[in-house]
């Protein structure tokens, strides 16, 4: 999935993701411990890639 995540990172395109149901936008990512910065409604915080989930 970091792969992927860093695809819709630097895609043009609107690409919906969710993280725990919760649409997310991804800001940046970690190479070094696989994590993602993200965007939601509620505030910034760090999640592990492997728990996004792309519609």
Do not use: C
């Not at 970091?2 to 997310?24: C, G, K």
């Not at 070094?32 to 592990?48: C, H």
């Amino acid at each position: 999935m970091y792969e992927r995540a860093r695809e819709i990172l630097n895609s043009p395109q609107t690409i919906h993701v969710f993280h725990n149901d919760i649409p997310i936008w991804i800001e940046k990512l970690n190479p070094d411990d696989r994590t993602a910065l993200v965007t939601a409604k509620t505030g910034q915080y760090t999640v592990p890639v492997d728990e996004l989930v792309e519609q």
